[in-house]
Every structure is written in C-alpha cells, then in structure tokens.
C-alpha cells in the first residue's frame, strides 16, 4: 500500500447524479504516484463519467476530490489541469488541422500562457517547444512532428493524445480507453509506452481489453451500475467471486 | 518556418498593397471614393473573421460595433467645430468596444445557433435604441458637420474632407490592423483562439480558461469593428440606423464566406469581391431596368459561389490544385 505522501489524487464517497439516474454511486479512490490504477466495467458502468467527475468536466453531486493535496472538488477543468491533471478521451480530441508538433506545443502552452504578449510568434516560444519535444520524444513520435494530425493512423493519433497529455507535465493521468480500435502491434506499443509512463505519474486507466489491464495494471475496481464493487491488486481481483459473477463471467471462474 | 513559404505567403498582400498606393494617379472622384469604402468594409471584414475564421465564433450581430463607433463620432463632435481625431477616434472605438465587452459578457456563454441568435439580438437591441430615440436623430440620422482633425504639433498633418487623403488614412488603417491580425494570430494568444476554434473541450482539458480568451476576442473584434465604423462615419458625414441592420451583420458575414474563412486576405479579397458584385449588378448599362433587382442576382451569385467554391475566393488555387491533382490520378489509372 503506498504511502500518504504518494496519493496524488483521493477520490472520497463521489456520486453523481443525472436527473434520476446515478451514474457514479459513492466512489473512493486513490490515484498513488508510480502506479497503473484500473477501472474496469461493462459498458454504463460509469467509467467515463468517473473520469468526467474527477477531471472536473461535470461536477459532482456529493463527495470530495483531492488532487495533490487540494480540495478540488468545486475547482474547474483548467483549474485542475493547472495542478497537474491531464485527461485523454474516448474519442480521439486532437486538433487535426495542426502539426503533430503544434498539437503538444500548444497544450504545453496551457502552463505558461502570457496571452497579452500578442507580438511574439508562438512557434519561438521556448518553454512550450521544449516540452512539445520532450513529449514527442518520450512518446516516440519524433520522427513524425512534422505531420499534419488528422491524417495520422488510427493508432498514431492515440500516441498523440497521450502525447498531448504529458506535454503539460501533469502528474496525474486519466486515461479513457487509449487502446480502443487498436490493432496487436499499436497494443503493444501503448502498454510499453504506459508502463514507461508510471514512474512520476500516478495513472488512472479506464479499459476494455481484459488481457491488457491485468498486465500492466497495479491495482483494479471493478464498477458496476455506478459502484464499486471490488477493488484490490489483479490476482484478488481475478479471484474475487462477487467480479467472476458480476463482471468476468463464469467462463473466468 | 521558412523564408520561402513566408515571401510566397507575403507576395499577394505586397502586390494588394501596391496597386492600391498607385490607384489615386490612375483615378478621382467616384471611383476613389468607391475604393475607400470597400477598404473600410474590408477592416470590418477583417475584424469579424478574428471572431468567425479565428475562433469560430459565427456572430451575426457585428453592425452593431460598427454602428455604435459610427454613431459615436457624430454625437461626440461639436455641432459648431471640429473634433480632433486623437479623441474622437479612441473614444469612438471605446464605445464600441465597450458594448462588445458586455454582449460578450453574455452571449459567450451560449454556442453555436444561440450564440448566433443572442448577438443577432443585442444588435437588434442597439439598432432600436438610434431608431425609435431622439439620441441620434431617429430613422433619418444624423450629420457630422465638421469632419474631425488630425492635428500634430499645433499643424493639421492631413485633411479627412480631402478624398486622395482620407483615401490614404483608410489605406494605411487597412493595412495596420492586417498586420496587427496577422501578428496577433501567429502569437500564443492567436494559437489559443486556433485551438478553441479546432476543439474548445481538448484546450480546457490541457488548462486553457477558454472563456477569458473568447471574451478578449470577442471584445478586440468590437473595437476593430469600431474603427470601420469610425471611418465610414468620417467618409461619409452622415450616420442612419441601418449601418446596425442586420442587413449589415448578415453582407459582412457573407464577404467572409464570399472571400473564405480561417485566411485573413479572404475577409479583404471577399469584401472587395462583394462590393464589385454589387455595383456590376446596378449597372443599367449592362442590366437596364432589371438592375433595380441587384440583389436579387447578388443573392444567387453568391449561392452559386457557395456552390462550386467551398473554401472561397481564396480557396480556389488551392481548388484547382486538387482537381488537376484528382484529372492526373485519374488518367494515370485510365
């Protein structure tokens, strides 16, 4: 079990309402630097609204979320992004127009904004360009900074939005579905790419490929119907019989 | 960047520019005093593509900035003197930018078809105010009788009645704010409205209050807008309520999409393109009785236009590229 020190982001009793449904239902969670932390659930679960709520893209009904120390429950999206959150999405959010360059340098650009400095050309800013490198680089996507976006495979825009991710130096990672539609290969590269990621992050992974969260995953909760019903280190949470009946099935078991 | 790309990129503007310093030799009068208004529509032109082409911010209640500086200069001049333009100009533009400030206030809060229906409406809110109020002379308007001085050192530098010279201001405005634009969207400040532009949700998610940065926009675009207004005001010594039309948010809206969107030399190019339209369609040389309809036939040319060129005027090299492109792929199948 880490440490307090460690904890970059608690999650305590969250819930989240829409209307009469309850999409995320009492959630606690803690995000601890250094580890892939996996949510897991059929689909309506309420992984990616989990992930809405703790990014703070939609507000939360009851509980509290700690980020770095923070009370940041009633703190907006940028807000949290400032202290050191960064989310990838479902659906691929690159910009497509720009170089893949320009997509990191410009969210890199978030950190330190100087929006009144309307004379200087972004592209000479340094601060953002260094850590659009350094973000390329540690994604292995150097070689193609140069590419307009939009017209990346599949796979390679994932990269980029992980890419785009860590270009802002967050040091907590949300992650939904970055494997989804992936071929073998791309999988492979990703889960490298992860793993490679942990060591300074704490990493919150929402995914459906069973095989690759239980490699690479620390720790696993397992939602269901907004709650959470199991969450442990992978072998207690494949040996769990409440998730063989409610999640994995009893081919599983 | 490279050097090459930036003097193909500067070739058209420096060639633009060019022809319009030499076009008082060649010409007076009607034709000159023609140009300096489409170089005025073309700063208005300019100032709502920071807000549609750079941001993606669709307004169709743009008149209003333009007719609030308009209005401003006017009602701001002394009935029996003239005013000096070091204030009357400022002044104006605060206006403008003023009611910018508060619309944006509002209506930046709503998206897309309601963010086009909410600045319709305040626009239609400041129209009403100059037509159905005393405060500038009702739906007949109201005369600027002195035109305000520019005068530096105790010397007037230059005279606003004269048409070459105001001709010369208009041109030297043009250029500046083009050059401010192209500035301004190349900065940290211009790449953040490209980003929000592209995808609003991803810039909040990398820590962009995008809200501040629209609201900026929105209020810049006001205040450029007011500096159109303040020259038309100037040109023409007269203002009406129906430089706030919507008549007039919707003509500028389409020499943007006349011109193409997301280029600021499509803003300049599409209102140069729509004023042409216009006069060749009233000329009842050419058209004889039927020229009364013009805009009927500016309506369907532009129909047309969005037709067969979706990315504009300025898109079409770049449209005829791809299609020499997609006849040579296909005869090399063939």
Same mark, same amino acid.
């Given at each position: 079990m880490a440490d307090a020190a460690s904890l970059l982001l608690r999650a305590r009793s969250v819930t989240r309402r829409f209307g009469g449904l309850t999409a995320v239902s009492d959630v606690s969670l803690d995000l601890a630097e250094g580890e892939i932390h996996a949510v897991i659930g059929t689909n309506g679960a309420g992984k990616s609204t989990l992930i809405n709520v703790l990014s703070g893209e939609i507000g939360t009904t009851s509980g509290t979320v700690e980020l770095l120390g923070n009370d940041v429950t009633k703190r907006s999206q940028p807000a949290r992004a400032h202290l050191g959150l960064g989310r990838s999405y479902q659906r691929t959010t690159i910009f497509p127009r720009f170089t893949v360059f320009e997509n990191c340098r410009l969210t890199a650009q978030a950190t330190r904004q100087r929006p009144w400095n309307w004379w200087t050309a972004a592209a000479t800013c340094k601060a953002s360009t260094a850590m659009a490198r350094e973000a390329l680089d540690r994604t292995g996507l150097?070689?193609?900074?140069?590419?307009?976006?939009?017209?990346?495979?599949?796979?390679?825009?994932?990269?980029?939005?992980?890419?785009?991710?860590?270009?802002?130096?967050?040091?907590?990672?949300?992650?939904?579905?970055?494997?989804?539609?992936?071929?073998?290969?791309?999988?492979?590269?990703?889960?490298?790419?992860?793993?490679?990621?942990?060591?300074?992050?704490?990493?919150?992974?929402?995914e459906h490929d069973m095989d690759a969260v239980f490699r690479v995953s620390d720790r696993i909760t397992v939602m269901v119907n907004g709650t959470v019903i199991a969450s442990d280190v992978p072998v207690a949470v494949r040996a769990d019989p409440e998730v063989q009946l409610a999640y994995l099935g009893e081919a599983n078991g | /960047?490279?050097? *090459? +790309?930036? =003097?193909?990129? !500067?070739? $058209?503007?420096?060639?633009?520019? %060019? &022809?319009?310093?030499?076009?008082?030799?060649?010409?007076?009068?009607?034709?000159?005093?023609?140009?300096?208004?489409? /170089?005025?529509? *073309? +700063?208005? =032109?300019?100032? !709502?593509? $920071?807000?549609?082409?750079?941001? %993606? &911010?669709?307004?169709?209640?743009?008149?209003?900035?333009?007719?609030?500086a308009a209005y401003a200069t006017v009602l701001l001049s002394p009935k029996y003197g003239a005013a000096s333009v070091w204030w009357v100009l400022p002044a104006a533009i605060a206006c403008s930018a003023l009611y910018a400030f508060c619309v944006g206030a509002l209506a930046l809060r709503t998206k897309g078809v309601y963010f086009i229906m909410v600045t319709l409406a305040f626009a239609q809110m400041a129209y009403y105010v100059f037509h159905d109020t005393k405060l500038g002379g009702g739906t007949?308007?109201?005369?600027?009788?002195?035109?305000?001085?520019?005068?530096?050192?105790?010397?007037?530098?230059?005279?606003?009645?004269?048409?070459?010279?105001?001709?010369?201001?208009?041109?030297?405005?043009?250029?500046?704010?083009?050059?401010?634009?192209?500035?301004?969207?190349?900065?940290?400040?211009?790449?953040?409205?490209?980003?929000?532009?592209?995808?609003?949700?991803?810039?909040?998610?990398?820590?962009?209050?995008?809200?501040?940065?629209?609201?900026?926009?929105?209020?810049?675009?006001?205040?450029?807008?007011?500096?159109a207004g303040f020259l038309v005001a100037v040109k023409?010594?007269?203002?009406?309520?129906?430089?706030?039309?919507?008549?007039?948010?919707?003509?500028?809206?389409?020499?943007?999409?006349?011109?193409?969107?997301?280029?600021?030399?499509?803003?300049?190019?599409?209102?140069?393109?729509?004023?042409?339209?216009?006069?060749?369609?009233?000329?009842?040389?050419?058209?004889?009785?039927?020229?009364?309809h013009w805009p009927l036939m500016l309506g369907g040319t532009i129909i047309l236009c969005v037709a067969f060129m979706p990315n504009g005027l300025i898109g079409l090299p770049g449209q005829w590229r791809a299609w020499r492109a997609r006849k040579a792929a296909g005869a090399a199948r063939g």
């Open positions: 150097t070689a193609i900074a140069d590419r307009t976006a939009g017209l990346l495979s599949h796979g390679e825009k994932r990269q980029l939005e992980i890419a785009m991710c860590i270009a802002t130096r967050p040091r907590v990672l949300l992650l939904d579905e970055p494997l989804a539609g992936m071929g073998a290969e791309e999988t492979e590269r990703m889960l490298g790419l992860l793993s490679g990621l942990k060591a300074g992050h704490a990493i919150l992974l929402v | /960047m490279t050097p *090459a +790309i930036n =003097a193909r990129r !500067l070739a $058209l503007p420096i060639l633009v520019v %060019g &022809l319009l310093l030499i076009f008082p030799l060649a010409t007076t009068g009607f034709y000159l005093e023609f140009t300096s208004k489409v /170089m005025i529509l *073309a +700063i208005f =032109a300019l100032s !709502l593509e $920071l807000l549609v082409g750079a941001t %993606g &911010l669709v307004s169709l209640g743009h008149a209003a900035f333009y007719g609030i007949d308007g109201i005369y600027l009788n002195f035109k305000p001085e520019v005068v530096l050192y105790g010397a007037r530098i230059v005279d606003l009645g004269k048409p070459v010279a105001f001709y010369y201001v208009v041109l030297a405005c043009l250029v500046l704010v083009f050059m401010f634009l192209a500035v301004l969207l190349e900065s940290r400040f211009g790449r953040v409205l490209a980003g929000i532009r592209s995808n609003e949700q991803r810039m909040r998610a990398a820590g962009f209050a995008t809200f501040p940065y629209k609201w900026a926009a929105f209020t810049l675009a006001g205040a450029l807008a007011g500096l023409d010594g007269f203002v009406n309520p129906e430089m706030l039309s919507w008549h007039e948010s919707g003509a500028v809206l389409l020499m943007l999409i006349l011109g193409g969107m997301g280029r600021l030399s499509g803003a300049v190019l599409g209102a140069f393109a729509f004023a042409l339209l216009q006069l060749f369609f009233q000329w009842e040389v050419v058209f004889g009785s039927f020229a009364k």
